[in-house]
């Protein structure tokens, strides 16, 4: 069954580079989160699409990030001009509700380095 | 001070052992209360999901959550190698929006 895709699994880039990260989520599954993770660490949300609403961004550590959401399905996660601390595990979820059920899925993660 | 501290561990019992994973946090809005689990380079994975306070069991694992004392707890029946893995609490307010998450356990499983 398809879950939610992520691509790449990896990223190299250097420093000062723009790079976009890419999330499908699961078919008919309303919400859909970005985090982040870095090492030994644990999930530090981002940017969080529910339906046709506006985003919660209240997550984006700086105006380097920016996310969209196109047709309530793909999402990419972009970040200008990479920093060395941007490096990090970037997952996405998506997530369906319904009466006595709230499950969020997440992606394999793209890793992201930045020399 | 984190809205979510989750003991830091790493854990290591033998197989078989019962497994206690705790949480504390301090905003009294959250009430959705998850446990995921995720395996290195792996993406977590929900293992339970509970609401308001009380207990729930799905197989070896039990989700307790005591919202007056705001802690949670995750507790593994029978452990087995297979249950190693970082397990990660998480809380969300009533809208199930974002989540805030702890930092992870590591729990090793030794045969």
């Known amino acids: 069954g398809a879950g939610v895709s992520q691509s790449p699994s990896n990223k190299v880039t250097e420093k000062g580079k723009d790079v976009e990260l890419r999330c499908d989520p699961i078919s008919g599954h309303t919400a859909l989160y970005w985090y982040r993770q870095s090492l030994g660490q644990g999930l530090e949300f981002l940017i969080y699409f529910q339906g046709n609403s506006a985003p919660d961004k209240s997550g984006l550590p700086s105006d380097r990030f920016s996310a969209e959401r196109t047709g309530g399905s793909v999402s990419t996660l972009t970040i200008q001009r990479t920093q060395q601390e941007d490096s990090a595990v970037y997952l996405c979820?998506?997530?369906?509700?319904?009466?006595?059920?709230?499950?969020?899925?997440f992606g394999p993660g793209t890793r992201l380095t930045v020399l | 001070q984190k809205e979510v501290e989750q003991d830091p561990g790493p854990l290591s019992v033998p197989e078989g052992a019962i497994v206690s994973l705790n949480c504390t946090y301090s905003n009294s809005a959250f009430q959705y209360f998850m446990w995921y689990r995720q395996y290195s380079r792996k993406g977590p994975e929900l293992l339970m999901y509970t609401y308001s306070s009380g207990n729930k069991e799905d197989g070896r694992f039990t989700a307790q959550v005591d919202k007056s004392s705001k802690y949670i707890s995750l507790f593994i029946r029978d452990s087995q190698p297979s249950d190693s893995a970082t397990y990660l609490c998480a809380m969300s307010g009533a809208n199930a929006g974002k989540s805030t998450f702890g930092d992870g356990t590591t729990l090793t499983v030794k045969p």
């Open positions: 979820a998506s997530r369906i509700s319904g009466v006595g059920t709230d499950t969020q899925y």
